[in-house]
């Protein structure tokens, strides 16, 4: 079958591998009907893989189920599902408690011998633990929106739901990626009354408006930063989302976090160190929160508001390439010529 | 009158000053019937101030209103009162929210021309925001507990709190010094069903025990984390309390919180920048969360157990003196000779 590799730093290349099969019988096969980039597969996109091996690349996908191990109970051949981003084993006490992205049998796709979720199929861990049926046709016009419940959508709630959102708050996001703009809907979804969206695509913030932001601030840094504390009394936001992952976007969510507020990360963090002191978190009181999503444990929360169309995440997707695209995708989206390219094998 | 003042690392002098007086409307003068020494003020004894002026010492004091300003309401004259180590207006949105650390009128006895408690007397800045009335003598047995109020117990209690210290929880509390030893009993009064005690001083962490603690460990760093994660399942503890201040209890508190916890600091940080990243808080959703702890919002909520004696936080003194002995008793502190010297000005 054919499968993305990501060989070095601006080197994506589709070519033959293996077809998946059955190893565990916990396991299932399933054939990719439809996949995505992420903004996070830029990351290595940009800086190349850390060893010599190529990397099978995507960790977002819907698929009907071809093949399914002994044990599998909770899905069967012809199945549409999704899966989230991490595959969970959906029993241990990490993953009975909703963090499947800490399941000590869990992995993302793409990683160590997993497959990844560019390619026309995948061997799935953990079947049950991990994948989700859902109840639409493999060429539903709903397929763009119930794609994001792997990962993007899932991740913007997760930033949400960690920063307190509730009914009535005031929330900035930093960052006009699919997360940051997903951040928006989740927050607005949440019961948000006011969301500042900062970023500087135009094209993007006006998806973001659309999803319920209230006010765009295009400036970032220290502009930025007052911009922001002018729209709020000079006090800032109680709930800040960084969906970004820079050093920079940290900082600004500093700044523009009221005191006794939060900030809750879910862009990948591109640095380990970060201030945390008297100056920055502790005199103020700010919870630093957020991190890696557990977009498997929020499939059951958000799947009824995209199927009734109560919200569309699927806006998010603004090209449609097949595998051999690819490649051209990642391009497109490292130039920010392309928001989120979605991908039928 | 008498105060304490630091001339620089390891100088601190008891000398005349002016007497304190009314100087705003708001204002009121506390003659001080007991203060005491504090594991902060232990930073700028052992550095030094920044400046070339004495700095005036002390944030914790119980005492009688001597003389108050023509909008004070709240106290009269004769009354005994406890004072939060931050004074605050009570009226802005900050206080009214319960932070009134953040209090845009508020400071730190002390600080600017803030007077210090290690003293006779003291100008109380918005004393209807500040102060507490005590329904005791001067001379109630109860004084120790009741001055814990102003800083050590209410943040223990803070840590706690932010930690989300709940009925049944398990917490690790680093730190054998007055706030951890408090935050110990902070969690117990909570509910906290488990509480690991990491501290290497034999006398103190007995005062833990009896406090609440069901596990002590003297071990740090590394071979400390081992031992709290073997007494966890390898896991770590939900909430850990960092009560400390120093990058290495930091480094400590990340390695020994659960996946999904909360590490709550309330040790003043002696660094700025520390590990956030996806190897430290990210990839396992570990919050990090507390700060300045703002007592004057917890004393409701304290008073009645400490004056029913459901809980005696004034276990933690351990030392008497008059202000003559303030320089010895910062040296006692300082060489862990003493846990924490009340003051009988």
């Known amino acids: 079958m054919h499968a993305t590799l990501l060989y070095g730093a ?3 290349r589709v070519e033959d591998v293996p ?8 396991d299932a096969v399933v054939r990719i009907t439809a996949a995505c980039i992420c903004g996070s597969d830029l990351w290595p996109f940009a800086t190349g893989p850390a060893g010599g091996a190529p990397a099978r690349m995507g ?11 002994a044990d599998v109970t909770s899905v069967r051949k012809g199945d549409l599902v999704v899966a989230p981003w991490v595959f969970s084993d959906g029993t241990c006490d990490y993953c009975r408690e909703g963090l499947t992205t ?4 869990g992995g993302i796709w793409g990683y160590g011998d997993a497959d990844g979720a560019q390619a026309e199929a995948v061997r799935v861990p953990y079947a049950d633990g991990t994948l989700v049926r859902l109840p639409v046709a493999a060429d539903s016009a709903l397929i763009p929106g119930l794609l994001t419940l792997s990962d993007v959508f899932g ?17 900035t996001v930093i960052g006009d990626g699919a997360v940051g703009l997903l951040a928006v809907l989740a927050a607005k979804r949440l019961g948000a009354e006011r969301i ?13 408006r659309e999803f319920g932001a209230t006010d765009v601030v295009a400036a970032r840094g220290d502009e930025g930063i ?3 504390r002018e729209l709020t009394a000079g006090h800032g936001t109680a709930v800040v989302i960084e969906a970004v992952g820079t050093r920079p976007a940290y900082d600004q969510a500093v700044g523009v976090v009221r005191s006794g507020g939060t900030i809750s990360r879910v862009g990948v963090p591109q640095y380990e160190d970060a201030p945390v002191g008297v100056g920055s978190l502790f005199f103020r009181n700010v919870r630093l929160t957020g991190g890696a999503a557990p977009t498997r444990a929020y499939i059951a929360d958000l799947l009824p508001d995209v199927l009734s169309g109560a919200v569309d995440p699927g806006r998010v997707f603004d090209v449609t390439t097949d595998l051999a695209g690819v490649p051209d995708g990642y391009r497109r989206m490292a130039a920010r010529e392309s928001l989120k390219v979605l991908v039928r094998p």
Chains 1, 2 share one sequence.
């Open 59 to 69: 960790h977002e996908f819907i698929g009907v189920v071809e093949e399914i191990g």
């Open 226 to 228: 007052t911009a922001v």
């Open 102 to 105: 800490s399941c000590a049998h």
């Open 196 to 208: 500042v969206l900062m970023g500087r695509h135009r094209a993007r913030t006006e998806i973001g």
């Open 155 to 171: 991740t913007g709630h997760h930033a949400a739901v960690r920063g307190g959102v509730t009914a009535g708050s005031t929330v």
């Open 19 to 26: 077809d998946p099969r059955l190893v565990h019988p916990a």
């Open 10 to 12: 601006g080197d994506v």
